[in-house]
């Protein structure tokens, strides 16, 4: 059995993960709020401990331990570079978590684990090229071309989300204009969402809104689309447009037999994949949504070790 762990800026999941690749038991942690890399450990550990306490495993049983860290990851040296929203600045991860558990650790970029899980045992298993589209705050992405993980210079490969695809568009978190995920991440669907409550209140949307308190969120939209909101409908099919623009690009420069959407957005399945699906037409890459969700990084991450 092995230990894949998913570190993310607001929460850290931990998984049992046995040899068929199922994830026995979970656990999890919140990250956000963690100031200093020590309490950032405190959290991962415990998270760690939970898990082997809940399962009844104990750590002699683990034969390695993988995390995927978001971030600028350097898989060869265990060590994360820099990572928004973490207190991790040239953090020797791999070593840190070695020294507590005492066992083979190994890291990598949060997408290219999830992409991992969906390759080795999810809706991409036997498609040896594939790409991973994570959408959420940003847009990450994992490469896998003839069975295995493009890395690129310093594992930097990937950075699908910095793809600019308007010159003229908005300033990405990176510092470049028009970077993909600031028109196409789960973040630039919610700041739509917001503007148009906030100028025009009185729809179905804006209904929606308020019984959140307020609050809106990735489902947000998709609640007032089922009740039949048409501004719901209309913001929507520019967000597919928008979408498609990225997936389109990634269809032509790798010709992958697969494209696997994952993130929080891709639960919505049918109803985000079909007009995706459709405004792309005829093309002989398919074009699917994670079934792992949220275990995908988790199951890739534990056997990262098969890279
Ligand atoms: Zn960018």
Same mark, same amino acid.
């Given at each position: ?121 999810? /809706? ?5 090229? !594939?790409?991973?589209?994570?959408? @959420?705050?940003?847009?990450? %992405?994992?490469?896998? =071309? $003839? ?103 990634? /269809? ?5 037999? !697969?494209?696997?959407?994952?993130? @929080?957005?891709?639960?919505? %399945?049918?109803?985000? =994949? $079909? ?33």
């Amino acid at each position: 059995m092995r230990i894949g762990i998913d570190l993310g800026g607001t929460s850290v999941a931990a998984g049992l993960v046995d040899d068929a690749y199922k994830v026995l038991f979970r656990t999890s942690g919140k990250t956000a709020g963690c100031k200093t890399e020590h309490e950032l450990f405190v959290v991962i550990n415990k998270c760690v401990y939970d898990l082997l306490e809940k399962s009844g495993v104990s750590i002699d049983d683990i034969k390695s331990i993988g995390i995927g860290c978001p971030g600028s990851t350097d898989a060869v040296r265990g060590v994360v570079n820099v990572a928004d929203n973490l207190p991790l600045l040239n953090t020797p991860v791999v070593k840190i978590l070695n020294d507590e558990f005492k066992k083979p650790v190994l890291i990598d970029n949060d997408a290219n684990c999830a992409a991992w899980g969906e390759y080795k045992t999810g /809706i991409a298993k036997y498609h040896e090229n !594939m790409v991973m589209i994570t959408i @959420g705050t940003g847009i990450g %992405g994992g490469i896998i =071309i $003839n069975g295995k993980l493009i890395p690129g210079k310093e594992n930097h490969a990937g950075e699908i989300g910095h793809m600019v695809v308007d010159i003229h568009g908005k300033r990405c978190a990176c510092g470049r204009i028009g970077c993909w995920e600031t028109i196409a991440s789960t973040r630039a669907l919610i700041d739509k969402v917001k503007s148009e409550t906030e100028h025009v209140p009185f729809t179905i949307l804006g209904n929606v809104v308020s019984e959140n308190n307020g609050i809106v969120n990735g489902k947000t939209l998709f609640t007032a689309m089922k009740r039949g909101c048409k501004i719901s409908k209309s913001i929507f099919s520019d967000y597919i447009e928008l979408l498609a623009v990225g997936v389109m690009n990634i /269809i032509e420069i790798f010709r992958p037999d !697969m494209i696997v959407l994952g993130g @929080g957005i891709s639960r919505e %399945g049918d109803t985000l =994949i $079909n007009p995706l699906r459709e405004y792309i037409g005829e093309t002989s890459t398919r074009i699917e949504t994670s079934s792992l969700d949220d275990n995908a990084g988790i199951i890739g991450a534990a056997l990262l070790h098969l890279k």
